[in-house]
């Protein structure tokens, strides 16, 4: 390496990501479910006091019941037409298929991709899957990526739906089967140090996002955000570390990133996760 190589290294390595500080308001809030005009007051109470960490005194509450849409179409329509700052819906839709374990269901696929609005989806109500400490408050909230490090829309989001008082995880799981893949190519070059690339290369992988989480406490504190946060930052299998996490910390909401640039299609890691983890509300941005 030359004394440039060592010079730029050095530079990069202490230029670190700052985080800005900006919560989202809600003014708008839309209930969608498929129950009739009704009985869709009953979810709609539970489901404002659930959020009372985004209610405040402006906060408009919107529901749309099961005989205002019959189709995709149609709920989209609806969508476009209120211009809501948060949709609150459930898994499948007008559908029996929450008996299964395989999606979302169509109404939900669509609506997270063809939307700019955030939606946050909870366990269906038939399902009785959901935690004990489900959809009671948002006392302890998780912020979930594989890269978090320069994401402030994710986290800052987390913290808008934190109650005062409460605790936000800011975490980053690396892939660790993805890791072995490139230590594995790395391991064939001869002109790699394979074991000082593993050590040097994870340790620089996880003192990112550990730098931005640093970086996001100073600036929390300097708003004085009466939030406490805590990070988890890790290698290992996604959806079973996260499992883990949500069960062991009891966990009342996920905030995690669906859409992906290159695709229409949600993001893949973010599909697995939505669908395998049915037991909590799941903020999908």
């Known amino acids: ?89 459930y898994r499948h839709l007008h559908s029996e298929a929450w008996q299964w374990p395989y999606s979302l269901g169509e109404y939900l696929d669509v609506m997270t991709q063809a939307t700019s609005v955030p939606v946050l989806a909870l366990p269906h109500p038939d399902a009785q899957l959901g935690l004990p400490h489900s959809v009671k408050d948002t006392d302890r909230v998780m912020a979930i990526t594989n890269h978090l490090t320069g994401d402030n829309s994710l986290v800052n989001m987390a913290l808008a739906f934190t109650m005062p008082g409460g605790t936000c995880w800011l975490t980053h799981v690396e892939s660790q089967p993805v890791f072995e893949r490139y230590m594995d190519a790395v391991s064939k070059i001869p002109a790699i140090d394979t074991e000082t690339a593993r050590e040097t290369l994870s340790e620089q992988l996880l003192k990112e996002p550990r730098d931005f989480i640093a970086a996001c406490q100073v600036v929390i504190n300097t708003h004085g955000l009466p939030v406490k946060i805590e990070e988890i930052v890790t290698m290992g299998r996604r959806v079973n570390e996260y499992e883990e996490f949500i069960a062991k910390r009891e966990i009342d909401l996920l905030v995690l990133n669906t859409k992906d640039d290159d695709q229409l299609a949600m993001h893949g890691a973010a599909y697995a996760l939505a669908v395998e983890l049915r037991g909590i509300p799941i903020l999908m941005l």
């Not at 050095?10 to 209930?31: C, E, G, M």
């Not at 995709?72 to 700052?85: A, F, G, M, S």
Request: net charge negative; hydrophobic share 40%.
């Open 1 to 89: 390496m030359t004394n440039l190589d060592q010079f730029q290294s050095i530079f990069k390595s202490a230029d670190k990501t700052a985080y800005t500080y900006d919560v989202p308001r809600f003014d708008h809030v839309l209930l969608v479910t498929d129950l009739d005009e009704a009985d869709a007051p009953s979810i709609a109470g539970r489901v404002r006091s659930f959020l009372s960490a985004i209610d405040d005194a402006g906060t408009r509450w919107g529901t749309l019941s099961g005989g205002d849409f019959d189709s995709v179409q149609v709920l989209l329509e609806h969508i476009e037409n209120l211009k809501p700052d948060l949709i609150v819906t």
